[in-house]
């Protein structure tokens, strides 16, 4: 069994390496993200590392090594973006015309001020027209266990909140991010989404929700081979 899962596919254009570490992946960070990157048969000396702090902060890349508080990064350089996640959304964004990647670590703070407008507004900057850029939507927590209080349920539209007869409010992060994206001029028909939920897949992916602060991480990474 693979201890990583590979998107590539999912982006019709040469060159691309997309992909996740799963859960038997061995945790120890700086080290994983070096082996997972070199698993995809990119270069570890090319990867980016934010300092994530579930900000809006998006930046453009154009060296490897470490970024502070920063939660998306967007370049047109050969380098390796990578993100941990285990629950947030990774969110990976190919312009396969232009040649600019970006990945996204979306939870529900970052997705409420504004990181997916932010990353897609950084792809422009660099001459991309949305309409050509492929979204994938990386395995994350759903609407079938995402419970949130009443005030994180007021930071959103209530078309994207369930409330079930116990009482409980139930977001669907993915429902505002593609809205998000195709507001932002992303084509509906380009949006991609895996439809794994990390706290129901307990034996596939880590879950912070689940497993509190003993939860490991997985790996997201994308880049240009």
């Keep these: 069994m693979n201890h990583y899962s590979d998107f590539s596919e999912f982006f019709p254009c ?18 994983d993200r070096k082996k997972i990157v070199s698993l995809f048969e990119l270069n570890p000396e090319q990867i980016v590392i934010p300092v994530q702090t579930h900000s809006n902060n998006v930046v453009i890349c154009t ?15 050969k380098l390796v973006l990578t993100i941990q996640v ?31 407008l932010n990353g897609i507004q950084k792809l422009i900057q660099l001459n991309s027209n949305p309409q050509n850029v492929i979204v994938f939507l990386g395995p994350s927590i759903r609407q079938c266990c995402f419970e ?17 007869r116990k009482g409980e409010r139930m977001i669907n992060l ?5 809205s998000q994206l195709t507001d932002s001029g992303v084509n509906q028909k380009n949006i991609i ?13 880590h879950s912070f929700r689940r497993e509190g602060k003993s939860a490991g991480r997985m790996i997201a990474i994308l880049g240009w081979k």
């Design 193 to 205: 989404d895996i439809n794994e939920c990390t706290f129901c897949f307990g034996e596939k992916y």
């Design 63 to 77: 060296k490897s090594g470490g970024i502070s508080n920063t939660d998306g990064m967007i370049t047109i350089e």
């Design 148 to 164: 949130v209080s009443l005030d994180v349920a007021l930071e959103f539209d209530s078309s994207f909140v369930r409330n079930t």
């Design 14 to 31: 040469g060159g691309i390496k997309a992909g996740i570490s799963l859960k038997q992946f061995q945790y120890f960070p700086p080290e």
């Design 86 to 116: 285990a629950d947030c959304i990774p969110i990976y964004l190919v312009d396969p015309v232009a040649k600019i990647i970006g990945l996204l670590h979306a939870g529900w703070r970052g997705i409420a001020n504004g990181i997916v």
């Design 174 to 178: 993915q429902g505002i991010v593609r």
